[in-house]
């Protein structure tokens, strides 16, 4: 039968405040008696304490645990320490800071500001399906760059990137969702390709051809790919996307209501995407996670020879445009 503690020979209850008082036990956290102040943020008081090193942690370095809450440093400790740390999509786990997101941010509004700066970036670095032949770089970089015309262009596609990106970057890890939005973003170019018709020099000379000459740049096809990434992911998960199908139909409907705007990107992203992450639910298991960059590989080599087929099937008069035709 277990006993109240006892204060030396006196025989009296313990009470907290008393002499004789046990020492804590090594290694639990105690709570604190007041306010105290966040190590990483010393202008700030903090309530709650980490359940793993004890010291104070302010809301903005607190992290969900298991049990409690931990502060970010020794979240990003464990994610160091702990040997093949995996998500449920079989990627290396982070401390869920979406660091490719903020990245790709970073890399689109600092082109955004060369194209303000030089029209001479728009030309060099958007897409045309004249030019995919000869200048294949384009179906990469169209994806960083935005119509240097209006702000809002990059405004709504990085806000979605940023939302999307805090929740997927997390659950795929950092390599799986580069190489997801990199590849959707191909993918978008290469259902413009594919969709702008067979050109002939006639058509191209008179206008009648006009969706082979007209340039495309935004992120749209790569957001779109993340769009239907989501849904495969929270349909394997068991989670609701109901909201997220009424979010696609909204964006989708833009392409086909205003111009200037690509629906045929914003198909050939959403259709990537949505492979991509199939790829990476079927290889998710440890035992053959090793396949999944085999498998996204394979669409990205689908992706390259549908397109060399259409550009094959072209004369060589259209499909070796570069350019200096538009000079």
């Known amino acids: 039968m277990s006993e109240n503690p006892t204060s030396g020979s006196q025989g009296q209850p313990w009470q907290p405040g008393r002499s ?9 956290p105690q709570p604190a008696a007041g306010p105290s102040v966040c190590p990483r943020h010393p202008d700030r008081e903090a309530y709650v304490r980490c359940q ?28 160091r320490t702990t040997p093949g740390a995996r998500t449920v999509f079989g990627g290396r786990a982070t401390d869920g ?9 970073g890399i689109c509004a600092l082109v955004y500001l060369a194209q303000r700066a030089s029209s001479q970036v728009t030309a060099d670095f958007s897409f045309l399906p004249a030019l995919g032949w000869t200048e294949p770089w384009r179906f990469v970089t169209a994806a960083f760059l935005h119509s240097p015309s209006t702000f809002f262009h990059i405004f709504l596609n990085m806000f979605a990137l940023w939302s999307l990106g805090q929740y997927l970057e997390p659950m795929l890890g950092r390599a799986r969702f580069a190489a997801l939005y990199v590849i959707s973003g191909i993918g978008g170019q290469v259902a413009v390709t594919l ?13 009648q051809d006009e969706a082979w000459l007209a340039p495309v740049v935004g992120a749209s096809g790569a957001i779109f790919g993340l769009f239907g990434a989501l849904l495969v992911l929270n349909r394997h998960l068991g989670r609701s996307s109901t909201a997220m199908y009424a979010t696609i139909a909204i964006n989708a409907a833009f ?3 205003y111009p200037n ?53 072209l004369p060589d008069v259209i499909r070796m445009i570069d350019s200096s035709n538009f000079s």
């Open 20 to 28: 004789g008082e046990p020492p804590a036990a090594a290694g639990v």
């Open 97 to 105: 800071t979406p660091v490719v997101t903020y990245a790709i941010i």
């Open 261 to 313: 705007i690509s629906w045929q990107a914003h198909l050939g992203g959403l259709v990537t995407g949505v492979v991509c992450a199939g790829a990476v639910v079927a290889y998710r298991r440890q035992n053959v996670r090793h396949l999944v960059w085999a498998a996204l590989g394979g669409v990205l080599a689908l992706l390259v020879a549908v397109t060399v087929v259409k550009y094959l099937s």
């Open 52 to 79: 793993r090193c004890g010291r104070p942690a302010c809301p903005e370095c607190q992290r969900p645990a298991a049990v409690g809450i931990q502060c970010v440093d020794c979240v990003r400790e464990a994610a």
């Open 195 to 207: 969709l702008a018709g067979t050109p002939t020099l006639a058509g191209l000379q008179t206008g």
């Open 255 to 257: 392409g086909f209501l």
